[in-house]
């Protein structure tokens, strides 16, 4: 019965590709995707970008393990050249306070991963090319997992639409929804209507729109488990020469301060970013935290603030000084759908009549998880997560920590803050 259900999903990022794969490999014969975007991948998404981190590092162990299932179906050929296995260099302080990086250790050691352990600034040093011009890793430890590297973001995603369009799934662009289809006071949904006046009817909707999930149902009851915040990225152009010897590198990954950069891509750009709580931009009269990107703002949307561009570029200097004198030839704010734990959402609204699935707040870390996220979801559709499970990505639950892989507070996003061209040189 559950294979004959009239499945719409809204939003074509990591968990509404993946959900729909998922679930026409299951059997089910009507699933649709919809999306606000008029192409795909969409240009503001957050799924849609030059790469994200591969990594098996994680202090949960239920992370750790689903990320292995997922590097070892990333390295099959299904996912063509997607997935780059450079290696994670993951670092911290000896003398931190934040024990993140040696419970990840650990779980990586426990997967009998390719691990080494980097207790030395020369130690440090070694894991890269010679030619390379690297930092004096001052007051850091850390360890290489050479079981990791970084995916080509918006490769995954269009080889994911292709594969649910050759099962004979529905993908429907430049469809913004504006509302939930309900009845009386019940929240059992039987569709959606969009911008231009279309419903979709469908026996069951998930909801798998990212950071826009909060902005674009303000009325729907999801409590305050999750928040839009933007993140703050930045690019560098390396010349052919400089690209052929920093291709060479890992991806690395600090914990203690949040700075994460790239090798360089097939185009000798560099990419790096701070993991950190990030921005929200609240507006309307609820002040609900909403993406602020190039779609809905052209002239200023990928422009970060000019504290974060300095503080992009001091953490460049502290890993490769030569490049740190580069201009930025790009800045983006990319926004995630951040829960308080860090802990995902996927289930069944409360209060919906299991006519109503969410399944976002990626929290900045779910694309990795895109060839195993579906399963999860589908799981859900299904009531197959285990009791644990079904309680760590309860909507309505209850948070126990919160998310230690960050460090510091939202801070509402002042716009005459921004920076400028000259600020990027």
Not at 15 to 33: M, P
Not at 287 to 296: C, L, N, Q, V
Request: glycine share 8%; with cysteine.
């Amino acid at each position: 019965m559950a294979q004959q259900r009239k499945t719409l999903i809204v939003g074509s990022g990591c968990f509404g590709l993946s959900t729909a794969l998922e679930l026409l490999k299951r059997g089910y014969q009507d699933v649709t995707v919809i999306d606000r975007a008029k192409t795909l991948p969409a240009p503001d998404g957050a799924s849609n970008d030059l790469n994200r981190v591969v990594r098996t590092s994680y202090a949960d162990v239920f992370y750790s393990k689903l990320a292995k299932d997922a590097i070892d179906l990333w390295k099959t050929d299904e996912w063509l050249d997607t997935y780059h296995e450079c290696g994670v260099l993951v670092l911290g302080s000896p003398d931190s306070t934040v024990d993140y990086k040696d419970q990840a250790y650990l779980h990586d050691l426990a997967m009998n991963l390719r691990i080494e352990p980097l207790e030395s600034q020369s130690a440090l040093r070694k894991v890269f090319p010679p030619e390379a011009i690297v930092g004096s890793f001052a007051y850091h430890t850390g360890y290489l997992n050479r079981d990791g590297g970084w995916a080509n973001a918006g490769q995954g995603i269009s080889i994911l639409m292709s594969k649910v369009t050759a099962l004979n799934g529905k993908i429907i662009t430049g469809k913004g929804v504006t509302e939930l289809i309900q009845h009386g006071q019940s929240l059992k949904t039987t569709g959606v209507r969009c911008s231009d006046g279309t419903d979709f009817e469908a026996d069951l909707v998930v909801l798998a729109t990212g950071s826009w999930t909060s902005s674009a149902f303000p009325d729907l009851p999801m409590g305050n488990i999750f928040r839009a915040t933007g993140h703050c990225l930045a690019m560098i152009q390396l010349t052919p020469e400089e690209g052929d010897i920093y291709r060479q590198c890992p991806v690395i990954l600090d914990f203690e301060s949040g700075f994460y950069i790239f090798p360089p891509n097939e185009q000798n750009l560099v990419k790096m970013a701070i993991h950190t709580a990030g921005y929200s931009h609240s507006i309307g009269p609820q002040k609900i935290s909403t993406p602020r990107t190039a779609t809905s703002d052209p002239e200023t949307g990928l422009r970060i603030p000019r504290a974060n561009v300095k503080q992009l570029r001091d953490g460049l200097r502290t890993v490769y000084p030569t490049l740190a004198e580069k201009p930025f030839v790009a800045t983006r704010l990319c926004w995630y759908n951040d829960s308080l734990d860090g802990d995902w959402v996927i289930g069944y609204h409360p209060q919906s009549e299991n006519s109503l699935v969410i399944a976002t707040a990626g929290s900045g870390h779910a694309y990795k998880f895109l060839p195993v996220l579906g399963r999860l979801v589908a799981d859900a559709i299904e009531s197959k997560l285990s009791p644990a499970l079904v309680a760590k990505f309860a909507l309505d639950r209850t948070p126990t920590h919160v998310d230690e892989s960050r460090h510091d507070e939202v801070q509402e996003l002042d716009l005459d803050q921004l920076c400028t061209s000259d600020d990027l040189q």
